[in-house]
C-alpha cells in the first residue's frame, strides 16, 4: 500500500557505527508508522497513581499529585526493535547474528548503546528534515 496518506517502507543503512574498536552497520526504517510510533510512545506506560479526587481542595490543601510511570529501558528497547531491520553483527564463527529482543539484550551495553545513538541520530535528522524549509509550504496570499 503506498500513497501520499501512508509510509513507504525504505530502510536507511548507518554504517559509521562504532563498539570498543569495531565498526559496524544498521539498517533501520526511513520513518515509523503511526501504528509503530504509538507502540513505542506506549512501550513503557507503567500506570498513573494518586490524584484523582473529585471531591474540590479545602482551603490551604494542596492538589493531590498524579504520578505517571514509566519504564524508560522497555521503550529505548521497543523503540530500537521498531526501528532496526538489519546489521552486520556476527559471531565468533562469522554467523550474523539475528536482529531480535532476546540478541539485543544479549549485547554488551555498550554495542546497545552505539545502537541506540545510532538511531537516535536518524531520527533527529529526519526531524530536521521534515522542517517547513524557506519559500516551500508557505500560506497562499489572498488578495480582497
Do not use: C
Not at 506506560?45 to 494518586?50: A, F, I, N, P, R
Request: aromatic share 6%; charged share 30%.
Amino acid at each position: 500500500m503506498s500513497s501520499k496518506w501512508t509510509v513507504t517502507p525504505e530502510t536507511v543503512r548507518l554504517d559509521d557505527l562504532e563498539w570498543n574498536g569495531n565498526a559496524f552497520w544498521i539498517e533501520v526504517k526511513k520513518d515509523l508508522t503511526e501504528g509503530e510510533r504509538r507502540r513505542v510512545m506506549t512501550a513503557g506506560w507503567k500506570g498513573v497513581s494518586g490524584g484523582g479526587s473529585n471531591q474540590p481542595n479545602r482551603i490551604g490543601e494542596s492538589a493531590p499529585q498524579t504520578e505517571i510511570t514509566i519504564d524508560w529501558a522497555a521503550q529505548s528497547l521497543a523503540r530500537t526493535l521498531v526501528y532496526l531491520v538489519d546489521w552486520s553483527l556476527a559471531d565468533d564463527k562469522g554467523n550474523k547474528l539475528k536482529p531480535g529482543r532476546d540478541t539485543i539484550e544479549a549485547l554488551h551495553p555498550g554495542v546497545f548503546e552505539a545502537i541506540e545513538a545510532g538511531i537516535n541520530k536518524h531520527v533527529e535528522a529526519r526531524e530536521q528534515e521534515k522542517k517547513v524549509t524557506p519559500g516551500k509550504n508557505r500560506p497562499k496570499a489572498i488578495s480582497a
